[in-house]
Every structure is written in C-alpha cells, then in structure tokens.
T-cell receptor
Framework: DAGITQSPRHKVTETGTPVTLRCHQT?????MYWYRQDPGHGLRLIHY???????DKGEVSDGYSVSRSKTEDFLLTLESATSSQTSVYFC???????????FGPGTRLTVL | GIQVEQSPPDLILQEGANSTLRCNFS?????LQWFHQNPWGQLINLFY???GTKQNGRLSATTVATERYSLLYISSSQTTDSGVYFC??????????FGAGTTVTVRA
C-alpha cells in the first residue's frame, strides 16, 4: 500500500482535553483524508486535503480541525475531546483525483 | 450525498462455499472500490472497478454503473476471508461514500 503510518495507534484521554492524531505518508500522494469508523456507520469522512495548506470539510467535521503543512503529513485535531468522539480514526491517501485510496492502520481513540 | 446500500448485512459460510455480496448506490458515480477489513481492523484494497469485471484469485467483482450496482464474488471461501467487506463509491467531487458493510464469517 501507500506507506501510511498513523500515530498514536491507541490513545485514552479525558473529556475536554485537546488531542492531535498524525498521519504520515511516504508516497508523495496529493490527496489525504481522515475518516472515523463507528459500529453501524461504516466509514465517514471528517476532513480531506487536496494539497499543502488546502483542506475541506467532510460529512462529520464538527469538533475537528486539520492541518497540512507538508505533503507527507496530515494532522487531525480535536480541540476539546468529547465522549462522542470515541472512535477508530483512519487516514487515507490518493495519488490524484482519479485512482484508488489506500488506508493507514487506524488509531483507536477513547474519550472518558 | 450518494447512498450506498450493501446486502446482506451478515453472511455465515462453511469453508469451501461460494457467495455473492451486493452493493447498490443511489446516483451515478465516478468509480467504486471494494475493501476487506480483516479481524485486526486493517482495510485492504480488493478492487478499484468503475465498470466491467475484474478477478483476483478467488475473488472477482462486477460493476454495472448504468444500473447502479456492483457485486463481489467469493469462491471456495477460506477462514481467512472472514471480516467485513465494504463497498465505497466516488461521487463527482472525488470523495468516497461507504456502505455499512457485509460481515462475513467463514467456519472451518
């Protein structure tokens, strides 16, 4: 796949604390995505990026922000974590507007 | 957005059996992917298939874009085929919309 790593892989935090998840890719893919996966919902798009400093919202973006200062890194920030943000978070990349997406290994986040 | 429906939601197979998973979508799409999520949570790309038929070992997929559906065939199933199979479609804005998945359990 596209050489995608996510960090941390597991995190437990408390309500109200800020959390940042990192996605790193080594394939120089232009597009990067953050999804969350919850039982019964499949995967839902949070935010995506179509280039350095170019980002846009997905279908479940409330409570999340993103940043992309380098091609290889895409950060997802929960400014003030809530229990409803307990989920598994997946990063994905895509080389261009066409072509398949590849997924990272996921980060399991628990907000107590 | 595009609605993606997968059926059946759950499937239990005896090792060696064949099966067909279906994906219906509500609007025209640019492309379609099938994924397998294994019991460890990893998402594995199976097919990238806007139309026609592709085969990869014991798996094959057919997409009929004009009729807004795709089928995933699993032949001679093995226990390693267990997991969740997702269909996802690309709309005109190049974002993926996922179905809820089909959970496949293959028993030895």
């Amino acid at each position: 796949d596209a050489g995608i790593t996510q960090s941390p892989r597991h995190k437990v935090t408390e309500t109200g604390t800020p959390v940042t998840l990192r996605c790193h890719q080594t394939e120089n893919h232009r597009y990067m995505y953050w999804y969350r996966q919850d039982p019964g919902h499949g995967l839902r798009l949070i935010h995506y990026s179509y280039g350095v400093k170019d980002t846009d919202k997905g279908e479940v973006s409330d409570g999340y922000s993103v940043s992309r200062s380098k091609t290889e890194d895409f950060l997802l920030t929960l400014e003030s974590a809530t229990s409803s943000q307990t989920s598994v978070y997946f990063c994905a990349t895509r080389q261009g507007a066409q072509g398949e997406q590849f997924f990272g290994p996921g980060t399991r986040l628990t907000v107590l | 957005g595009i609605q993606v429906e997968q059926s059946p939601p759950d499937l239990i197979l005896q090792e060696g059996a064949n099966s067909t998973l279906r994906c219906n979508f509500s609007d025209s799409v640019n492309n379609l992917q099938w994924f397998h999520q294994n019991p460890w949570g990893q998402l594995i790309n199976l097919f990238y298939i806007p139309s026609g038929t592709k085969q990869n070992g014991r798996l094959s997929a057919t997409t009929v874009a004009t009729e807004r559906y795709s089928l995933l065939y699993i032949s001679s199933s093995q226990t390693t085929d267990s997991g969740v199979y997702f269909c996802a479609v690309y709309s005109n804005d190049y974002k993926l919309s996922f179905g809820a998945g089909t959970t496949v359990t293959v028993r030895a």
